[in-house]
């Protein structure tokens, strides 16, 4: 038999693991073929401890390239381009460098929710059956950052980081004809 304290105990324990799940900026498609296209789609539920977030740094891992960002109303964007570790064949054209950074700046308030969108392709350097993670920072006001940075070891997962980077399962190349 449950008890109103006990019941109320579920509650708050309910409402905490909500609330943290909830809380971290997440990719809407959380797994992709290599070799192919991808669309992400950032999503950001918060701002940095009540205050509004004014910029996102997406970081562009290695073995991601030919990165097109898209414009958000209301926002100004950046990209900033450097060498990939190596060159990568993009439709029998050598890639040698590109988007390494995104930023928006703009302002998201911290009872509000919104989306930033990014296509990229996923080269086939990438190993299918790893996870793909995609480091950002957000920036908010008074100096407070959330940066979703970190990265599993091996053998943890997201949840066991108060930070999690954004994840992507990366899966086997679609078959071609």
């Not at 905490?16 to 290599?34: D, G, I, N």
């Not at 990265?151 to 004809?177: C, N, Q, R, V």
């Amino acid at each position: 038999m449950i008890t109103i304290r006990s019941r109320g105990a579920l509650v708050a324990a309910f409402l905490s693991l909500a609330c943290a799940a909830q809380a971290h900026t997440t990719l809407e498609t959380q797994q992709a073929p290599v070799a192919s296209a991808y669309k992400a789609v950032l999503r950001v539920g918060h701002g940095c401890g009540g205050a509004p977030t004014l910029k996102l740094r997406v970081r562009i891992p290695e073995g991601v390239i030919n990165v097109k960002p898209m414009p958000k109303p209301g926002w100004e964007m950046e990209t900033v381009k450097a060498p990939y570790g190596k060159a990568y064949d993009y439709h029998s054209e050598p890639l040698t460098e590109g988007v390494r950074e995104i930023v928006w700046t703009g302002k998201l308030l911290d009872e509000h929710y919104d989306e930033f969108v990014f296509r990229a392709h996923l080269t086939d350097s990438l190993k299918p059956g790893t996870m793909l993670y995609i480091p950002i920072v957000q920036e908010c006001g008074d100096g407070k950052a959330d940066r979703w940075i970190e990265i599993p070891a091996e053998g943890k997962s997201a949840d066991d980081y108060k930070y999690p980077a954004p994840g992507l399962k990366l899966l086997p190349a679609k078959a071609t004809h």
